[in-house]
């Protein structure tokens, strides 16, 4: 290979190198994030239709720097306790309007589950919306609250809420 055949191909590579970087680099969590507030809604689940949930979030900073706390909390339509836990947030990330989050479980009450979760890293998506209802995931809705996540990963906001909202910023 000659030398204009190497700076040629080097250039390529840079120019290439230069547009995936600023592709990472538009799609980076924002720093400086804030996920607040308390939403829920009935669940439409097939074995927990019409169950209340609601989901607590006061959680701040960036990934490797966040602090925060969590709340959970899933009623039968009657009334009957499904799940009620809480944990420190350990990540939040944000793009815009939506934010991940994940948390370790350090309290949980959930009478028919008969493993113990404390401990347990989980979690949450939240899209803010600007008109409407927000949106929320949570990881257990697919995998099993008995395995862990890792560090700021999160479903997709599958559930819209109908009562309160977040704010994401």
């Not at 074995?47 to 209340?52: A, F, K, L, R, S």
Request: charged residues 20%.
């Amino acid at each position: 290979m000659n030398i204009k055949s190497k700076i040629a191909t080097v250039a390529v590579f840079a120019a290439v190198a230069g547009t995936l970087g600023a592709a990472q680099a538009s799609a980076a969590p924002e720093r400086g994030s804030v996920v607040v507030g308390s939403a829920g809604g009935p669940l439409t689940f097939p074995g927990y239709d019409n169950d209340p949930v609601r989901f607590d979030f006061a959680a701040f900073g960036e990934p490797g720097k966040s602090s925060g706390r969590f709340h959970v909390n899933h009623l039968t339509k009657d009334g009957k306790l499904v799940a009620d836990f809480d944990g420190r947030v350990d990540c939040v990330a944000r793009a815009g309007d939506l934010a991940i989050l994940t948390g370790v479980i350090e309290r949980a009450d959930i009478p028919g589950l008969p493993v113990n979760v404390v401990g347990r890293r989980v979690g949450f998506s939240v899209q803010d919306e600007s008109r409407g209802h927000d949106r929320i995931g949570w990881s257990w809705a697919y995998g099993g609250i008995e395995h862990d996540v890792l560090p700021c990963t999160g479903p997709v906001p599958f559930f819209r809420t109908s009562t309160g909202g977040y704010t994401v910023r």
